[in-house]
């Protein structure tokens, strides 16, 4: 499982469009969906449209996983964190990933951005 989500983070962090091809190809499953608060895309061919657009605004940007994969019932959650090429980086997301039911590729992923919130720290 490890693998398949670093595949994952590995189509996004590539800045040449056939390697992300490559990449994500084999691991998303027809028809699968990504969702995250700027976007919602269906299919491959959206989802690399969605991450050429990231690269073109971020040239060499990366994203790496600073979580184990935690998986339960064909879903993975993951942390994630968006790196720009001098080292600094975005607040950490978060990815819950479905799985089909061989768990070789991924049906939707569901992201979000920044940590979370704990409830007493919004109360106080």
Request: hydrophobic share 45%; proline share 7%.
């Given at each position: 499982m ?9 189509a ?5 469009d ?15 969906t ?11 061919e959206?989802?690399?449209?969605h ?6 605004r971020?040239?060499g940007?990366?994203i ?5 994969v ?7 959650r993951?942390a994630?964190r968006?790196v720009m090429?001098?080292?600094s980086s975005f ?9 089909n039911?061989g ?8 992201g979000?951005?920044g940590?979370l919130v704990?409830l007493?720290?919004?109360r106080v």
């Open positions: 490890t693998d398949l989500i670093d595949t994952y983070c590995a996004w962090s590539s800045e040449d056939e390697q992300r091809w490559a990449l994500l190809v084999p691991i998303w499953a027809d028809g699968a990504y969702t995250d608060p700027t976007v919602h895309a269906v299919g491959a959206e989802l690399l449209a991450i050429a657009g990231v690269q073109a971020y040239p940007a990366r790496t996983r600073t979580s184990d935690d998986v339960h019932h064909g879903i993975a993951f994630w968006f090429p001098d080292g607040p950490e997301g978060l990815d819950i990933a479905f799985l039911p768990q070789t590729r991924i049906t939707r992923i569901i979000f951005f940590p704990s007493t720290a919004s």
